[in-house]
């Protein structure tokens, strides 16, 4: 919890820097300080430290995701087998464009894993171009459209990985 203000900051500049890039993605509230505490108490919240500085965020939740329940324009390959979701990735401004994202990525996937999860799933707005060239690179397919709870646009690209 300690950590909380600094990774607000970063969220607060990953939501301006979707809203620049054209996307309402995160542009209704989501995701608030609740969320982020709920993902920390949950011990679903990881940090990407760089030189001691946190430098990014994200969630990992190897749980069922009743958001991906339903897809249309498509099917989740693997349905039976446990998946590790990966929500509210999002880097801080001072880090961007040194493919730090890409670590934190190899990091999470390598984790979920050695969990025993072999199977992982993220969603994101048509307009995130830099989560869906992050989910091609290592291999995540374009499964079908999920919607969330989300006022502006609740379509979702549903992206799928299994190992």
């Known amino acids: 919890m300690s950590d909380l203000p600094v990774i607000m900051e970063i969220i607060a500049a990953a939501k301006d820097f979707l809203k620049a890039s054209g996307s309402p993605q995160w542009q209704s509230g989501y995701p608030a300080t609740t969320d982020i505490e709920q993902d920390i108490e949950a011990n679903n919240a990881y940090v990407l430290l760089v030189a001691g500085q ?66 992982l799933r ?16 290592f291999g995540f397919v374009q499964r079908g459209e999920i919607l969330v709870d989300e006022p502006l646009d609740p379509r979702r690209i549903a992206f799928e990985l299994n190992l």
């Open 54 to 119: 946190i430098a990014g965020y994200a969630a990992v939740i190897i749980d069922d995701e009743p958001t991906y329940h339903n897809i249309a324009h498509g099917s989740w390959q693997n349905t039976t087998a446990p998946y590790a979701t990966i929500h509210r990735l999002a880097l801080a401004p001072t880090f961007r464009g040194q493919h730090l994202s890409y670590f934190f990525f190899s990091n999470i996937i390598t984790m979920v894993v050695g969990r025993g999860v072999h199977n």
């Open 122 to 137: 993220l969603d994101t707005y048509r307009y995130n171009q830099p989560v869906q060239r992050l989910a091609s690179h």
